[in-house]
């Protein structure tokens, strides 16, 4: 088939790779002048089945609306549009026990996947993206540690490896944790991987290209037409390219994309904040990924570098950086790892957005409008699900089945209006 996907962040590159290797014919097109330069750009690195969670579960709005007016809140809603809200309130519908457990589900069954099809990649094309093993969660209190059963009851369920460390135990696992900050606890999940994503992506790029795919750069794609949903075109006079496939990967711009198609999908984008820095001194530094459960920031290794993030903003001024989320980064980063990195110079400091559906879970197959697929919304775990849905959508659009149930990851879940 000759196939066209929009968009070259680590999703649309993963569906490309998977579908030439298929066979087929596959041209991409990107609106940049290279791949992830958007959401995929320089996220933490994460690839964890665990943490690859909804964000609407039932304790959400509580832990919004006490954490909301403190200087350190892990959420920030700053002038919310009209979209906004309504996505908010769609999020709020998802809250409940019954709704969460199934989307808990649904996400866990596609991280396991990728993970293994991530590593199956990453060793047979040799793909070196700074990767470590492991990923411990700190928990500071008596109190974090309660509000952590709920979610490792949930893991437990599922069948996740997972073991909860006594301070001692975890520094086995991170030495260079400061002896001064104390731990009350620590879980640590042994299959969790930490990545360059956007290494990965470049690298899985050039395997793409060997396999013949066809890159367009530079090249923005207009909304897709109702008359010929399967035309790309690029500028309002050109008659465009048919193919026979179209996949929307386009993170948050897909909405924008599908919408003269009847589709309104509820994408919301949910800004962070990531700090990176050179290794000071290596015995310092973390060797793999850890999260602070208490702040929500994340600090991963990645090769000679430190990287810390956290943050989550909806609303507001996309370029505009909240000074105090940022030096929330800095002050966790020194409290587990002081001297860990170079936080005087050359620091990269990245605000991406989170392409988020209200319910969680990405929107991977079929579009209900002929020829047309969808691979979009995959939030604040797209690294950890980027593998596993090019291959199960690959799949589909080949017309096998695939590996895994999609159940729940469809359209119809979200009851669109048309
Ligand atoms: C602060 C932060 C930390 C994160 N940490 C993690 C983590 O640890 N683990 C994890 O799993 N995930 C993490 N994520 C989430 C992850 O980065 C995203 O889910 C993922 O990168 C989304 O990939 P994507 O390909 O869908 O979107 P993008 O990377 O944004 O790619 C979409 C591409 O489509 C292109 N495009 C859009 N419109 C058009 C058009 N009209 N024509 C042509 N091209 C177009 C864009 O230019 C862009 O390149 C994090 C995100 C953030 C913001």
New binding site residues.
Partial sequence: MNIAV???????ITTAYELAAMGHRVSV????GA???????A?????SAGY?APWAHPGMIKHVLTHLWQRDTPLRISSPSMGDWKWLWQMRKACDNATFARNRTNILRLAEYSGHRMRTLTDTLNLEHERSQGLMVLLRSARDIERMQGSLQVMRDAGLSFKTLSDQEARVIEPALDPQALLAQAIHFPEDEVGN?RQFTLLLKSEAETLGVNFHFN????PLSKAQPNTIRTTEDQTGETFQAVVV?????SSQ?LRPLGLRIPLAAV????ISAAVREPLDAPRSGVIDEQYKV?ISRLGHRVRV?GGSEIGGNAKRHNPASIKTLYRVLDHWFPGAARTQDNVQVWK????MLPDGPPLVGASGVSGVWLN?G?????????CGSARVLADSINGKSPDIDLQGLGLERLNLRR
């Fill in positions: 929009i968009g070259a962040g680590v999703i649309g097109f990107e609106r940049h791949a992830a330069e958007e959401g995929s750009f996220n933490t690195g994460i690839a690859a994503c090249a923005s794609v207009l990967c386009a993170g948050l711009a994309l800004h962070g904040y990531v994340a993030s991406g957005a989170r392409p979009l995959h939030g604040a775990s797209g690294w950890a699900l980027a």
